[in-house]
């Protein structure tokens, strides 16, 4: 095991035991529908990688998604993954309008955030959640969370220099 995957693993694990400890304490636990469908999004994008690195070969990401098998395995993973999350945490509904997608274009440069962050964000603290845990990597890069000065970031990794 390299040194990276040792991290990666470290990481896992707090952020594991930190979330188990909330959980046992009563802390009610959400994770936004739009966290959740970027959750989804990367495991099968760390599928797509490691079906190319271990078959050698670089095929684009919707031919990937023509594989059969590969496709079926993936369901059964997602499944997997599905079903813990949604045994651990309320899942809130979240919709994008037109004013959500101005308020991230006129703070751009206040913030590092992709837009699926910005939005799950934006719609915690309206709903008064000031507490946002994550180990999401955009997060790393500016603990300066300008969007809310009234919002706890609780992270897994230290902030990139």
Known sequence: MDDDQLQNENKIKIYSEFMKYLKNNGNPLFISSLNLQEVLHVVEKKEYENYCKENHCKIKLKRYRR??????ELKMKLGSI???????????GDSVEIEDIEAF?????THLYDPIDFFAVDSRCSRNCFNYITDDSDF?????FNMNPNVNLYTCGEPSS
Do not use: A, G, P, T
Request: no cysteine; net charge positive; glycine share 0%.
């Open 105 to 109: 274009v006129s703070s751009f440069d």
């Open 140 to 144: 790393k890069k500016n603990l300066n």
């Open 67 to 72: 594989n059969h098998r590969e496709r079926k």
């Open 82 to 92: 599905l079903q813990q999350i949604v045994q651990n945490y309320s899942v809130e």
